[in-house]
């Protein structure tokens, strides 16, 4: 049985080489490398995007959800041994879909589901979630290079 792991915004950053404004999870709540990820990013007013989308009606762009998500699976595959310290590229999205409006104050619960795994190529099931209602679901690939 494989121990789940935990992680905070530091060792977050120690795995992906993303930083702000572009890092976009903040707290990892359970990490099985290779398999699974749940992690989570807090929604502020004080994001960026805020500024244009849409100033008075401030929603989170839906292609940035899927970043998200992305990034989640990223730290997925990069704890593996074999990745450690690579580079993850999102390699393609297929069924995307969006339920809800994401706003500031929301908590974005993160889960991915690694399915395939071959040498450098892998594709994964998201799921984005505030207060248990479904906010978007995607099939993601990964490549790590």
Same mark, same amino acid.
């Given at each position: ?8 915004? /530091?060792?977050? #950053?120690?795995?992906? *080489?993303?930083?702000?404004? &572009?890092?976009? @999870?903040?707290? $990892?709540?359970? +990490? ?15 994001? /960026?995007?805020? #500024?244009?989308?849409? *100033?008075?009606?401030?929603? &989170?762009?839906? @292609?940035?959800? $899927?970043?998200? +998500? ?76």
């Amino acid at each position: 049985m494989t121990d789940k792991i935990e992680m905070t915004a /530091e060792e977050i #950053q120690a795995v992906l *080489p993303h930083r702000y404004p &572009m890092l976009l @999870v903040d707290k $990892v709540l359970e +990490l099985v490398p290779g398999e699974s990820i749940t992690a989570q990013k807090n929604v502020t007013i004080n994001e /960026e995007f805020f #500024q244009g989308h849409f *100033p008075g009606n401030p929603v &989170m762009p839906g @292609v940035l959800i $899927v970043e998200s +998500l992305a990034q989640a699976g990223a730290i997925a595959l990069l704890k593996m041994d074999r990745f450690a310290g690579k580079t993850p590229y999102f390699g393609g999205v297929d069924k995307v879909k969006f339920r809800r409006m994401v706003r500031p104050g929301d908590v974005l619960k993160l889960e991915v589901t690694l399915d395939k795994l071959k040498e450098n190529i892998g594709s994964a099931h998201a799921l984005a979630t505030v207060d248990g209602e479904k906010a978007c679901s995607a099939d993601l690939l990964f490549l790590i290079g």
